[in-house]
């Protein structure tokens, strides 16, 4: 989490970006295993310029995959003048000012339970609550108070 005075940024959590690596790394483990037993049994050998490629491939993956689990991707960016959706399919208006929200609250979505922001004029912003993780009562507190801030209520 980066979070500054003004701006606060949920990311994926890690176990669920460790799950997704975790599979394209076994399916290219897998290309690998059939790659050689293709090219020990039924080939004459693969030639260098493809075992230079298949590495080169690798190695990109693998990098790639190191890069997401030490940097998640965002999710959702929250500061004093609005919110910004990032890395969602579906999710609707991708940012808004908090004075175009009408209503901030939990629904439950084909998806499961999704954070959905209601906008003035109808359209809607929905953020999937199993991409906070354990921040999810935090992002949604935290959702409320800035709302409630734009809008100028206090507590009591």
């Known amino acids: 989490m980066t979070t500054s005075p003004d701006t606060t940024r949920y990311r994926w959590p890690r176990p669920l970006v460790l ?42 993956v693998l990098g790639v995959a190191i890069w997401l689990v030490s940097r998640p991707p965002l999710v959702l960016e929250l500061s004093t003048q609005g919110y910004r959706l990032h890395h969602l399919r579906g999710g609707g208006v991708p940012n808004a000012k908090w004075r175009e929200v009408e209503s901030a609250q939990t629904e439950q979505t084909a998806d499961g339970p999704a954070l959905v922001m209601q906008l003035a004029d109808g359209s809607r912003s929905v953020v999937p609550l199993t991409l906070l993780g354990n921040r999810t009562g935090e992002a949604k507190r935290e959702v409320h108070e800035r709302l409630n801030s734009a809008y100028g209520y206090r507590p009591l």
Request: aromatic share 8%.
């Open 19 to 60: 799950r997704s690596t975790g599979v394209v790394l076994a399916a290219v483990g897998v290309v690998w295993l059939v790659g050689m037993g293709y090219a020990r049994w039924i080939g004459d050998g693969l030639s260098a310029p493809v075992h230079l490629v298949a590495s080169a491939v690798t190695v990109v």
